[in-house]
């Protein structure tokens, strides 16, 4: 089953999209950890990307699109997959919809969470340095102040996009040119929401309950 996790900055995809990879045994394609990943590592795309990311923006759809095509090829997208952060435009989304694709979208699952609780998740987000350990200062934090639950370690990130300013501009950039993607879900019959103010394992019966009816 090919999957996609639609919803604005701190919705909770990616926490659905990791859950729901171990439940379904099929991989998940962020396109947002790609890119931090090419930023990392110095690459062309990487340099392309990381002033884009840094301002909130959406990185090119030639870019973003020639990264999803080589994914999906790989072999380990043949039962499927779950993109998590893709498609982002109308042009990434008619690129699903191309022959150069050639994978049919089963099912688009849009995360409804209002604006006042995603500044405060992004806001309240940070990774363990060592192990990658995601938390949140509101919502998840670690069980002793400080110390990853996971690995002990005492050093945390924050991701770089997530200052205020640069928040308000993601969540424009997600009303502007993502929110069009509803209604060319919904027409075409295969857009379902869930509540995505409800507790993470609430949100993960919900969507388990969607993946699970027949298409
Ligand atoms: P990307 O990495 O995709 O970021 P995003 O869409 O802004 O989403 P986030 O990762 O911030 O949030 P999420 O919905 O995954 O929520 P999460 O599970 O982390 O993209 C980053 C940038 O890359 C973009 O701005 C753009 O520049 C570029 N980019 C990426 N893809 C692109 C594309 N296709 N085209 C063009 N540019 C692209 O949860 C957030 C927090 O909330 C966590 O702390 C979590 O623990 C908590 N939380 C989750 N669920 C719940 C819940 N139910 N209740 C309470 N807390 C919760």
Do not use: H, W
Not at 28 to 45: N, P
Not at 96 to 103: E, I, R, S
Not at 195 to 208: H, K, L, Y
Request: charged share 25%; with cysteine; glycine share 10%.
């Amino acid at each position: 089953m090919n999957i996609i996790l639609l919803g604005p900055p701190g919705a909770g995809k990616g926490t659905q999209a990791q859950i729901l990879k171990e439940t379904l045994n099929i991989p998940k394609l962020s396109t947002g950890d790609m890119l931090r990943e090419a930023v990392a590592k110095g690459t062309e795309i990487g340099k392309k990307a990381d002033k884009i990311m840094k301002a909130g923006q959406l990185v090119p759809d030639d870019v973003i699109v020639s990264m999803v095509r080589a994914r999906i090829a790989e072999a380990d997208c043949r039962n499927g997959f779950i993109l998590d952060g893709f498609p982002r435009t109308l042009t990434q989304a008619q690129f699903l919809d191309g022959p150069g694709a050639a994978q049919k979208i089963d099912k688009v699952i849009e995360i409804k969470v209002n604006d006042k609780a995603l500044i405060t998740r992004i806001s309240g987000r940070f990774t363990c340095a060592k192990c990658g350990a995601g938390y949140n200062k509101e919502t998840k934090p670690t069980a002793v102040a400080g110390i990853c639950d996971n690995c002990g370690s005492t050093e945390f990130v924050f991701r770089a996009d997530d200052k205020a300013e640069t928040v308000a501009a993601r969540l424009k950039a997600y009303n502007d040119q993502t929110a069009p993607l509803l209604p060319y879900y919904r027409e075409k019959g295969i857009l379902f929401s869930v509540d995505g103010m409800a507790d993470i394992d609430e949100v993960t019966r919900q969507i388990r309950g969607i993946v699970k009816k027949a298409a």
